[in-house]
Every structure is written in C-alpha cells, then in structure tokens.
C-alpha cells in the first residue's frame, strides 16, 4: 500500500474528476495485488465540517416544493449542476441522503462564491 495520498486527480491511470465531484473529498490509496495489480481505494474517513451558524450572507434558501425530491435534482436547480448534493447535504446536516427532504423543508444553500472558495480548499487539502 502506497504510505501517502493523493487525490484521484494526481493518479495518472485513473480519469480526472471534475472540482465539482464528491470524490474529490477523500485521499486515495494504491496497493499491489500480487506484485503486479495494482488496485485503488478511498479513505471515506473524511468529513465536511460547515458550521450551524453561518453568516446569512453566505447562503440563500431554496423551498422543496415536492416530496421525494432528489438531492441531485435539488443541486442541479440551485447549482446548474447535480454534482454538488452532497454540499447541499452537508450544509443542511443531512446524515442519509438516501431519504429525500419532504415538500415545505426549507434548505440553505450556499453561495457561488462561497462553494466556490469551499471546493477550492477542499481541493488543496491531502
């Protein structure tokens, strides 16, 4: 197994992801299988911590309007993209995002230029 990390980006054999990706937030371990194999996987023991008290300035709310919305429908409407559910959920303390928010649930959702500034440190953290 390979002692230091990376980030999938940095691993020549395996596609580029984009700065948007969940995957992004976890290191990535190699291990020979064999002498010859070589096989990789995430450390999924990583978090992202956003604080309960954010400066309103820093998100806006968005109105689930129908039950059984998925978090990657939500985050295309708020984002452009459904690559960013997990900040949605992350910043909301969603623990499962296997259940979708109910119709009425109100959501902070952040700003451009503060996901903006999130992705980018999460991108220089190994």
């Known amino acids: 197994m390979n002692a230091e990390p990376l980030k999938q980006n940095n691993i020549s054999v395996l596609p580029t992801l984009s700065l948007l990706n969940f995957e992004n937030l976890f290191n990535v371990y190699s291990e020979n299988v064999y002498g010859t194999q070589q096989n990789f996987f995430y450390n999924l023991i990583s978090t992202v911590n956003i604080p309960n008290n954010l400066d309103q300035s820093t998100y806006t709310t968005y ?64």
């Open 63 to 126: 109105t689930v309007t129908s039950d059984n919305l998925p978090w990657t429908l939500i985050s295309q409407k708020c984002y452009n993209t459904p690559q960013l559910w997990w900040l949605i959920c992350c910043v909301n303390n969603i623990q499962n995002p296997i259940n979708f928010p109910k119709a009425g649930t109100v959501l902070k959702v952040l700003t451009p230029s503060y996901v903006s500034s999130i992705l980018q440190q999460i991108n220089q953290v190994v």
